[in-house]
C-alpha cells in the first residue's frame, strides 16, 4: 500500500509562487504516472497536471498551462507541482495521485487509485 503525502501549501498573494510537494512511502513510484488535481469549495475535483513514470511526459489542464510545471525526482519518490504566477481562482486543495504503470499521464480521475489526503493553497487578490 502507498501512502501520498501533500506539502508545500499556504497563504499567498496574487502573482506569488508555491511549489508543492507529493512524497511518496510504502512502494516505488518509478514505475508510475502521477497527477495532481484541485478541489475548491462546492467544486468537483478538477485536473490540474499529470506526469508520466520516467518523467519524459507531461500534460496540463488549460486553466494552469503556461504556469504550472509538474515534475518528479524518482530517486526521492517524489512528485513537485511548481505554481507560478498564482490567481485567486487557483484557491482549492490540491491532491496528488497515483495512476497507472507506465504509459502516460491520464487527466481521467478514475485512472488514479491512490490520493493523498490534500494541500490547501489560498491565494488573496
Known amino acids: 500500500q502507498v501512502q501520498l503525502e501533500e506539502s508545500g501549501g499556504g497563504l499567498v498573494q496574487a502573482g506569488d509562487s508555491l511549489r508543492l510537494s507529493c512524497a511518496a512511502s510504502g512502494r516505488t513510484l518509478s514505475n508510475i504516472n502521477m497527477g495532481w488535481f484541485r478541489q475548491a469549495p462546492g467544486e468537483k475535483r478538477e485536473f490540474v497536471a499529470g506526469i508520466n513514470w520516467s518523467g519524459a511526459s507531461t500534460r496540463y489542464g488549460n486553466s494552469v498551462k503556461g504556469r504550472f510545471t509538474i515534475s518528479r525526482d524518482n530517486t526521492k519518490n517524489t512528485v513537485y507541482l511548481q505554481m507560478n504566477s498564482l490567481k485567486p481562482e487557483d484557491t482549492a486543495v490540491y491532491f496528488c495521485?497515483?495512476?497507472?504503470?507506465?504509459?502516460?499521464?491520464?487527466?481521467?480521475?478514475?485512472?488514479?487509485?491512490?490520493w493523498g489526503q490534500g494541500t490547501q493553497v489560498t491565494v488573496s487578490s
Open positions: 495521485a497515483r495512476g497507472r504503470p507506465y504509459g502516460s499521464a491520464s487527466n481521467d480521475e478514475g485512472a488514479y487509485d491512490s
